[in-house]
């Protein structure tokens, strides 16, 4: 008995460290995942992402801009799943990049890695894990290209 409690707990927080929830919203999926990967829900939390739609039409030096609908149909869509834990913590900015914890994991990552052409920035999250878009971002399945697997 005790020795099930144990490999749960394991389970769960090892499957919280390494992942989110998948970003499974088709019109989320549609809109926003198109220029970039569509990043999970959980990654910011909700003032955040209140930021982000309520500023597309300057996305980031580019214009993002949706229909009424489609923009608060999203939008509840990702309060309803944004994060609150350690991933956002302190993170009001409208990018998951810039979120003390996400810095903290990538202080390692050598900037050349990042800046090649392959890679560009830190925001391209596919480039690196590999299994990002399932929301899985456990070091097992990060492989830098030309560099290879993270160890
Ligand atoms: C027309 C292209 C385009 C579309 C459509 C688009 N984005 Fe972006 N998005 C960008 C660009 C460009 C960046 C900046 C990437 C970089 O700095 O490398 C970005 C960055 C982001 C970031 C910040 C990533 C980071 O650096 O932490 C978030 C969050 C984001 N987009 C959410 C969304 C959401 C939500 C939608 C749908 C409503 C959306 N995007 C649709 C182009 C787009
Ligand atoms: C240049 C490659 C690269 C890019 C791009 C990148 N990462 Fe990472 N990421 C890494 C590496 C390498 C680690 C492991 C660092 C370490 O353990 O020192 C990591 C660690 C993580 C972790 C912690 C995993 C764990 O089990 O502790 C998360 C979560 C994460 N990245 C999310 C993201 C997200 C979200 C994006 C995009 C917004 C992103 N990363 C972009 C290379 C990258």
Same mark, same amino acid.
């Given at each position: 008995?005790?020795?099930?409690?144990?490999?749960?707990?394991?389970?769960?927080?090892?499957?919280?460290?390494?992942?989110?929830?998948?970003?499974?919203?088709?019109?989320?999926?549609?809109?926003?995942? /198109?220029? =970039? !990967? &569509?990043?999970?829900?959980? %990654?910011?939390?909700?003032? *955040?992402?209140?930021?982000?739609?309520?500023?597309? /039409?300057? =996305? !980031? &030096?580019?214009?993002?801009? %949706?229909?009424?609908?489609? *923009?608060?149909?999203?939008?509840?869509?990702?309060?309803?799943?944004?994060?609150?834990?350690?991933?956002?913590?302190?993170?009001?900015?409208?990018?998951?990049?810039?979120?003390?914890?996400?810095?903290?994991?990538?202080?390692?990552?050598?900037?050349?890695?990042?800046?090649?052409?392959?890679?560009?920035?830190?925001?391209?999250?596919?480039?690196?894990?590999?299994?990002?878009?399932?929301?899985?971002?456990?070091?097992?399945?990060?492989?830098?290209?030309?560099?290879?697997?993270?160890?």
């Amino acid at each position: 008995m005790k020795k099930v409690v144990l490999a749960s707990v394991l389970i769960a927080s090892f499957a919280w460290c390494s992942g989110v929830p998948a970003a499974t919203d088709p019109l989320y999926q549609k809109e926003c995942a /198109s220029c =970039h !990967f &569509g990043y999970q829900p959980a %990654l910011l939390n909700k003032a *955040s992402w209140e930021k982000v739609m309520g500023s597309l /039409s300057e =996305h !980031f &030096g580019t214009d993002a801009s %949706l229909g009424k609908e489609d *923009s608060q149909a999203i939008l509840s869509y990702l309060v309803r799943n944004a994060g609150n834990g350690k991933i956002t913590t302190g993170n009001d900015t409208t990018r998951i990049t810039l979120s003390a914890y996400f810095k903290r994991k990538h202080r390692e990552v050598p900037l050349k890695q990042i800046l090649q052409k392959e890679v560009g920035s830190l925001s391209n999250c596919m480039a690196c894990h590999t299994t990002a878009d399932k929301g899985s971002y456990s070091e097992r399945y990060i492989v830098i290209p030309n560099y290879g697997r993270w160890e």
